[in-house]
């Protein structure tokens, strides 16, 4: 097994049945990612994530039918918006998959997207929220009744009956990550809160290094061995693709990214990029008349090759690893020596990595880690 290498499933939109594509990434099912979760065992990746959203990809559902499928991986939430989820609710999850399958899973939680909340009629939970939150479920893993009344609003009694000693052998509590940026506010809570961080793809390594620093140093701030705080970034990878579907996965994917308001713009400024290529993808003539703020909502992927052309080569070449094999372990390595703990292939399917990870594990022990 790899223990630095992990595996997102079905990243981005997918569909609810199979439809023709010229490639395997072109339109993916939630029963394909299940499949997929269910080949990374067999490949030998340490683990798989999946990002919730709020249509096909209900976390629970899918991490429970991987889980139900393999006997080792580890199954993360990379991430559900703690928003969406009472407390209670979230608690409940996780200790059911707990309680199913073992102490595979790894619940991944962030604070999401201010406007898709605010469609949906929720706000974003502040800093001081999130970290209320992360105690509640806690307390709630370890068997106490919590009264609380803060940020997060007022819950006389909260707790889960079946979980603590007085049922038997109390379950693990599984570690709690952030999915995160890495920025100062939420660097401190990452340290004071969390077991880890999942950084999102389309950094360079010298962006992650940067994060890295600052995540170690809000550790040792308070006295914590940044080392038991593990830092995973996520890395498009297309190994062996051809150019279509490279572009499809790399160059349109981080047109979902870069044309989100206030956060294609942090992701130009942390890489230290040039802005203007953002303001001309923002002109795209598809983008003229989209109902949605952003292009993820309205598109997918292989519905973007337009507008990504006018993403630069050179930004996916940075943040990216593509090409041959040989060149992308040499990529992900970057990002190794940048200070992630742990890299985790996004975009294409765990079977399109098995060479990457073979290669992986064979530059892994020339290098003795």
């Known amino acids: 097994m790899l223990t630095d290498l992990s595996a997102y499933l079905i990243g981005g939109r997918v569909v609810p049945e199979g439809q023709p594509g010229r490639y395997e990434t072109d339109a993916r099912t939630p029963a394909q990612g299940v499949q997929d979760g269910v080949d990374a065992e067999r490949i030998g990746f340490r683990r798989v994530f999946l990002s919730e959203r709020w249509n096909l990809k209900e976390a629970a559902v899918l991490l429970s039918a991987v889980a ?18 009472h407390p209670l609710h979230m608690a409940g999850l996780a200790a059911t998959l707990q309680a199913t399958f073992g102490p595979r899973f790894v619940l991944g939680l962030g604070r999401g997207n201010p406007g898709w909340l605010a469609g949906a009629g929720l706000e974003m939970i502040g800093y001081a929220g999130l970290a209320d939150y992360v105690d509640i479920l806690r307390r709630l893993w370890r068997g106490e009744r919590v009264a609380y009344s803060g940020p997060l609003g007022d819950f006389p009694h909260l707790q889960l009956e079946d979980v603590g000693a007085g049922a038997g052998q109390r379950l693990p509590a599984p570690p709690v990550w ?12 990452a340290a004071a809160c969390f077991d880890g961080v999942l950084l999102p ?3 360079t390594p010298e962006a992650t290094a940067s994060i890295v620093a600052r995540l170690h140093t809000e550790c040792e701030r308070i006295d914590r061995d940044p080392a038991t705080l593990r830092i995973c970034q996520s890395v498009i990878t297309a190994p062996d693709l051809d150019e279509v579907e490279t572009r499809a996965l790399a160059h349109a994917r981080a047109v979902t990214y870069l044309d989100a308001p206030g956060y294609g713009e942090m992701l130009v400024r942390l890489n230290g990029w040039d802005p203007a290529p953002l303001a001309r993808l923002r002109d795209h003539e598809l983008f003229a008349d989209m109902p949605t703020t952003v292009s993820d909502l309205s598109f997918h992927r292989r519905e973007l090759l337009g507008p990504a052309s006018l993403v630069p080569d050179e930004w996916m070449e940075q943040s990216c690893a593509l090409g041959p094999v040989s060149r992308c372990v040499q990529a992900l390595r970057r990002f190794r020596a940048a200070g992630a703990d742990e890299i985790v292939t996004y975009g294409s399917t765990p079977n399109q990595n098995a060479a990457l990870a073979d290669a992986w594990r064979q530059a892994s022990v020339r290098v003795g880690t």
């Not at 139900?68 to 989820?85: K, P």
């Not at 952030?178 to 401190?188: D, E, I």
């Open 201 to 203: 793809p389309v950094f």
């Open 68 to 85: 139900a499928r393999t006997e080792r991986i580890e199954v993360a939430s990379g991430i559900i918006t703690t928003a969406a989820r």
């Open 178 to 189: 952030f999915g995160t940026l890495g920025q100062p506010r939420a660097a401190r809570t």
